[in-house]
């Protein structure tokens, strides 16, 4: 008897995953499952203006004392 299941699956990659179901190195049924609805985010490098923010965040979380 199947059981129902109720989830969100966010996955992340460098690789090109499309190019990789081509090449037969990654299954097909599986990208096609987990690339209904993809976020393409800008490398870091493409966004220096963060970098500044990302290190202060960091920072304030490994601070003694502070809490995370």
């Known amino acids: 008897m199947p059981l129902r299941a109720d989830f969100r699956l966010v996955a992340a990659?460098?690789?090109?995953?499309?190019?990789m179901v081509l090449e037969g190195s990654f299954r097909s049924d599986?990208?096609?499952?987990i690339?209904?609805?993809?976020?393409l985010v800008?490398?870091?490098?493409?966004?220096c203006d963060d970098i500044l923010l990302l290190a202060k965040s960091l920072l304030a979380r490994v601070r003694p004392g502070s809490r995370s």
Do not use: C, G, K, N
């Open 13 to 19: 990659t460098h690789r090109d995953l499309r190019r």
């Open 30 to 33: 599986l990208y096609y499952r």
């Open 35 to 39: 690339s209904a609805y993809p976020i």
């Open 42 to 47: 800008p490398t870091l490098r493409e966004r």
